[in-house]
């Protein structure tokens, strides 16, 4: 039987979630078992313009030129897949929305920034219709092998609904709370095996939040470590600045 086709899209971000899929040494060689990749700009120079089973997708949309781009892919591919921070939640490219579209291209180019194709920044699904999306800044290549290999063989295809927390518990971490930092562990997507805290840094949520996060327990932690919300914000807005503001206008609309 056949394979399915596979093709990865890059959009605005620094392809490091491609990247990623490529430096997964092994994972690679049990993907490439699973499907066929007839596209890829950063591992194939061949093209094609028939039908893709696969889309994975990488980078936020950012530009008028990717939301062109995004719903282009979406006719021409059956399943869509966004892949790491950028393509689920828009990832560090929503920090432009702390200023106006204009003094953000001022900064960056200057003069000629006037000229520069920049929109705000949205996660894929908030253009297209995705069926999945795998979150991290990068992905993980044991978590995309897993994934892939789900859909592959037809099964509803699932993340970690808990936190970083009960991973970093399990490792017997200190907790970087006792060091004097601010940790997203308690409100952060876990499935990275809480990576940061491991090595004694703090969670930034790279992989997003929790579904239903609990807020409340977050806060009397910060409390208890004496942090005001003002500093917890600044770590929430690395990574989760558009899915904060999306929060934010869901409230707003039920009052
Ligand atoms: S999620 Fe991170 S690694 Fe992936 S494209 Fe965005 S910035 Fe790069
Ligand atoms: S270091 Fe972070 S992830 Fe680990 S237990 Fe403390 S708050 Fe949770
Ligand atoms: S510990 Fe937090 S920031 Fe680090 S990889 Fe995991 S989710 Fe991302």
Request: aromatic share 8%; proline share 4%.
């Amino acid at each position: 039987m056949a394979k399915p086709t596979a093709a990865v899209f890059s959009f605005t971000g620094c392809e490091g979630c491609s990247l990623a899929i490529l430096e997964c040494e092994k994972e690679l060689l049990d993907v490439v078992k699973l499907v066929d990749f007839v596209e890829w700009r950063e591992a194939m120079s061949e093209r094609t313009e028939a039908m893709i089973d696969l889309g994975f997708i990488d980078g936020a949309i950012s530009t008028h030129h990717d939301e062109k781009k995004i719903r282009q892919v979406r006719e021409r591919v059956r399943m869509l897949i966004s892949i790491g921070a950028c393509a689920t939640n828009a990832g560090v490219n929503a920090l432009k929305h702390r200023y106006g579209l204009r003094e953000v291209k001022e900064i960056v180019y200057g003069e000629a920034g006037a000229e520069f194709d920049t929109i705000s920044a949205r996660p894929v699904h908030a253009v297209v219709p995705v069926e999945f999306e795998i979150p991290g800044c990068p992905i993980q290549g044991e978590e995309f092998l897993r994934i892939v290999l789900d859909i592959v063989q037809g099964k509803q295809p699932r993340l970690p609904n808990y936190p970083v927390c009960v991973e970093c518990k399990r490792k017997e971490n200190v907790c970087v709370f006792e060091k004097g930092m601010i940790c997203m562990g308690p409100v952060a997507r876990a499935g990275c095996g809480a990576d940061c805290p491991s090595y004694g840094a703090w969670c930034e949520a790279c992989r997003g939040f929790v579904d239903n996060p609990n807020d409340e327990a977050h806060e009397e932690v910060l409390t208890k470590y004496g942090v005001t919300s003002e500093e917890l914000l600044q770590r929430y807005d690395i990574f989760c600045a558009y899915e904060l503001e999306e929060r934010k206008s869901r409230q707003q609309g039920q009052r």
